[in-house]
């Protein structure tokens, strides 16, 4: 028979693992590797054909931008299975309502949130992820999917990450609305830096994609000696942190938790409330009292 109660320890523990991952080994990684999934989901026409109709990320990337990373970042902090995780998801599940958002959509971005870290850290990390937390990472966001009624998830890793290489592989496809959105938000990426350098690092960033992401992009691929650039510079940069996190600790003074939500963003400045998160046309709407309210 079924044990229910097995099903909300393994969730505890994916939690846990998350929580750790993205806010104690891996905070500037994990951040990064969502931002690289965020761009590959305006890969997908159905996908950056409804941004670029709401307009968000081309009239606010900022905010749009800031408010994704927040409601990620609180999850993550305090897991699905909390009050304060099921307070985001309720968030976004009104702030979606108001869309016609397919299930192959909402499947394909679920999936990048554990395909992009497990490819990252394989790639660029001081270490990549075991088996045990590519699993835990699983759980995690396949739980936050339940929570948000998608339909048709994947029961395995390995299903999940075999659903992100084929929508990859067969939905990936040129868009006006793809370049639209992505050009929108890699400006705002690098708005921060002096205009000087934004050449330079618009084309080290999109050297992290590969090529049939640059194709649907409209971007040019990055040259292999750009590339291989990148590759040492993150490498030697993630060695640099571990290094520097090993001396703390052995120093008893190890890193507080680092999740995106606990810093300061350009939209909210050192704090912000989950009332201020969503488009700001449904802001008037989203505060009122729904029948899941208590």
């Known amino acids: 028979m079924h044990d ?5 320890d393994g969730l505890r523990a994916a939690e846990a693992t998350a929580q750790r991952l993205a806010g104690e080994l891996f905070p500037w990684d994990l951040t990064r590797s969502l931002e690289l999934a965020l761009l590959k989901t305006f890969c997908v026409p159905s996908i950056s054909g409804l941004l670029a109709r709401t307009g968000e990320f081309e009239q606010r990337p900022r905010k749009r931008y800031d408010d994704t990373g927040l409601m990620v970042a609180e999850l993550l902090r305090h897991g699905p299975g909390s009050p304060a995780g099921a307070a985001v998801i309720s968030r976004m599940n009104r702030i979606h309502g108001h869309y016609a958002i397919g299930n192959d959509d909402f499947l394909y971005v679920l999936s ?9 850290l394989a790639r660029y990390g001081w270490r990549p992820l ?26 395995s890793l390995e299903a999940l990450l075999a659903l992100n290489e084929r929508v990859e592989r067969e939905a990936f496809a040129p868009a006006a609305s793809n370049r639209r959105i992505a050009e929108a938000t890699l400006a705002m990426l690098l708005a921060d830096w002096p205009p000087s350098l934004r050449p330079a690092l618009r084309r080290v960033l999109i050297g992290l994609l590969d090529r049939q992401s640059c194709q649907a992009l409209g971007w040019t691929v990055a040259p292999g000696w750009l590339q291989g650039m990148v590759l040492a510079g993150l490498r030697a940069r993630s060695r640099a942190a571990a290094l520097v996190a090993t001396l703390r600790r052995a120093l008893g003074r190890p890193a507080p938790a680092r999740f995106y939500s606990q810093r300061p963003t350009p939209s909210y400045g050192a704090q912000f409330r989950l009332e201020q998160l969503g488009p700001p046309a449904l802001l008037e709407d989203l505060a009122r009292p729904t029948a899941e309210d208590p």
């Open 4 to 8: 229910p109660a097995s099903d909300d």
């Open 112 to 120: 990048t949130f554990v395909a992009e870290p497990i490819r990252w």
């Open 130 to 155: 075991t088996p045990l937390e590519q699993q835990h990472l699983f759980l995690f966001w396949r739980a936050v999917g339940e929570r948000m009624a998608i339909t048709a998830l994947p029961d």
